[in-house]
Structure formats: C-alpha cells, structure tokens
C-alpha cells in the first residue's frame, strides 16, 4: 500500500498536469502547515513578538533573516492596506447615517398636515353613514403636496476626500494596556 501512495505522489508531481491532483497535494500542504503553526505558536510567542518588534524598529542586520523581513513587510502592507478600508468604511458609513437622519427628519417635517377638525369631520360623516357615494383621497383629506427640483430627486454619488491620518484612526481597535 506504501508502495501505491509513491506511485501516486511520483504521478502527482511528474506526469498530471490536470490541476485537481495539484490541489490534493495543496491540501496536504496546508493541513501540516496548520499543525506546525499550532504546536509551536504558544512555545514560540514571545520570541515572535521581540522579532517583530526589532523588524518594526529595523534592528535586525542578519542576512538569514532577509526572507522574514521581506514577508513582514508584505504583512504590513496588507494590514495598512486592510486597516484604511476599514477606516474608509466607517467614514462612508458615518456620513451615510447623517445623511439619511437628515432625510427622514425632512421627510417627517414635509408630510402634508391633516387639520384635526377635518378628521372628526369625516369621521362624523363615517358614523352618520353619509360616505355611501364614493370619493376620491382628495375629498377626504387636504393633501397639500411640495414638488421637488429635479435635483433634489437623485443623490448622485460624490468623490470623497478622506483623510486616513486622522488622530482617530491611529489607535483605534487598540487595546490599552493594564
């Protein structure tokens, strides 16, 4: 049975070039990375972070350590990159929610006003069974309507300027030591 597994590693490597047998080997791969990264994290946690910290801080002058520094530096450009979506979003996101509080405030305060003697008129007419002929919404209520500019029908997307170096967005998501 051994002998089978080579056969099928030496075929996997050498002779297919269909990608599903590439994946198979990809999935070993990452399963024994996995597990070396979980036996060894807790063991090696304090060294990671001195590491990193003499990166961060360009202390580091080892030539071994030329492929750590390369891949640190891609790690902290995918977090830059990952923590200024994350501060455009809330920026979007906190002007979207201004926005539309305004909207509703408006909507609320341009709802057209139905004058209370009119309701209990209407209401009396209900009760005395006057309403048998049929009538319009317009009868039934003053309905006063504003016409908007067509400008105002349509938010257009605007270009945002938004500044990343805030003060705000410097330790966010940061815990405060004890």
Known sequence: MNNNEDNI???NEFLMANPQYFNIN???EDDTEKKFIENNKKFYKKRIFTLTKDIF???IDDPKAKNTIEYFNKFLFSAINYLQLIDEKDIIQEQ???NINN???NIL???PSIEEDYINKV???RINNNVNKTKTIEEYYNIKSKKKNKEEDYDLPKILNIDLKQEKF???GVKNKK
């Open 9 to 11: 590693d030496f075929r």
């Open 26 to 28: 990809r999935l070993k």
């Open 57 to 59: 801080k360009q202390n």
């Open 96 to 98: 979207l929610n201004n």
């Open 103 to 105: 909207k509703s405030n």
């Open 109 to 111: 305060n341009n709802l």
């Open 123 to 125: 209401d009396l007419e």
């Open 170 to 172: 410097k330790n966010k």
